[in-house]
Structures are given as structure tokens and as C-alpha cells.
């Protein structure tokens, strides 16, 4: 198992790495989450999608069939995004690879951080962590690589060397 997680991270480091923007902005939000959108919506799933700049919800979206109980998903996925800058899968496997979880590591708590794949941060060449990028509504795996394709896509670059591994 560990063979897989340590598998799974480096590539996800890679993702953190590669996905990165030279700007972002109000239209870039919308655009974004429009494609995230249509990527949902043509693999015949539903989801929320949620993309904030500096704490600023800049688009927000609930497809039919999503509940509130999606909405609270995010913003305890963003929660961890925004503590640690890095994805929310990422954070996640390393607790699982660690078995430590987000309370004993630092002291938070499970109704505000989930550390579960769909959040990614909007990384800023030069800057850092500006903002991030989630959906709810989907294993998280497949939240995750839904957020990676789109991003891939947006940013040229080839989604093959940045996929995750098939788990089938």
C-alpha cells in the first residue's frame, strides 16, 4: 500500500509543481469553473464547485442532484487547502501513509478540515497560495483528477504526465 501512496504523492507534487498560474483573476474563476462544469456534466455526474481568490467565492455552483451536505464538504476540503497550501489528497494520504490524522497532527478538527481529495490550491508563480479550487460530489479520487484535467487542460500541459495511476 505504501508503494502506491508514495506513487500517488510524488505525482501530486508534480501536479502542485506543473499547475501553476501566471495570473488569475475574476474571469479566470468563471472560466474555470465553467469548464469544471461541463467536464461534470459530460461524465453524466453532478457536483458543487467552488472556486475562491483570497477568500473571495469568485464562482460557486451546485449541480442538480448536489445537498448543502456538498456545499459543507468544500468548505471543510478548502479548510485544509488553505492551512497547508498544498491539495487536499495530498494532505490526506500523507496522514494515511503517516495513520495520523488532522486533530492528533495539529489539532484540527474533523467538522471544519476534511483532508479528502477536490480541493486544489490556485498557485500563483512567484506567490504562492492565492486561492483554491473544489468540488464535491464524487469519490474523492475522482473529484481530485476532475479539478487536474480541467487545470491541465487550461494550463498546456499534457494531462498524461500529471495523471494519477488507475486504481481499476
Keep these: 500500500?505504501?508503494?502506491?501512496?508514495?506513487?500517488d504523492l510524488a505525482q501530486l507534487a508534480l501536479q502542485e509543481k506543473q499547475l501553476q498560474f501566471d495570473i488569475f483573476n475574476h474571469e479566470t474563476a468563471w472560466q474555470l469553473?465553467?469548464?469544471?462544469?461541463?467536464a461534470v456534466k459530460a461524465r453524466g455526474k453532478a457536483?458543487?464547485?467552488?472556486i475562491q481568490l483570497n477568500g473571495q467565492p469568485l464562482f460557486f455552483y451546485a449541480m442538480p442532484g448536489t445537498t448543502p451536505d456538498n456545499v459543507d464538504w468544500i468548505r471543510r476540503k478548502r479548510n485544509v487547502v488553505q492551512h497547508y497550501h498544498?491539495?487536499?489528497?495530498?494532505i490526506g494520504l500523507e496522514l494515511k501513509k503517516a495513520q495520523n490524522t488532522l486533530l492528533d497532527k495539529a489539532g484540527l478538527?474533523?467538522?471544519?478540515?476534511?483532508?479528502?481529495?477536490?480541493?486544489?490550491p490556485i498557485l500563483l508563480r512567484g506567490s504562492g497560495c492565492v486561492g483554491t479550487i473544489t468540488i464535491s460530489g464524487l469519490p474523492q479520487r475522482e473529484d481530485h483528477t476532475i479539478i487536474i484535467?480541467?487545470?491541465a487542460d487550461w494550463l498546456n500541459h499534457t494531462i498524461?504526465?500529471?495523471?494519477?495511476?488507475?486504481?481499476?
Excluded: P, Q, W
Design 47 to 50: 457536483v458543487a464547485i467552488d
Design 33 to 38: 469553473g465553467t469548464k469544471l462544469k461541463e
Design 1 to 7: 500500500m505504501d508503494s502506491t501512496i508514495d506513487t
Design 149 to 151: 484535467d480541467v487545470l
Design 86 to 90: 498544498r491539495s487536499s489528497y495530498a
Design 109 to 120: 478538527d474533523f467538522r471544519d478540515f476534511a483532508a479528502h481529495g477536490g480541493c486544489f
Design 160 to 168: 498524461s504526465e500529471l495523471a494519477l495511476a488507475d486504481t481499476n
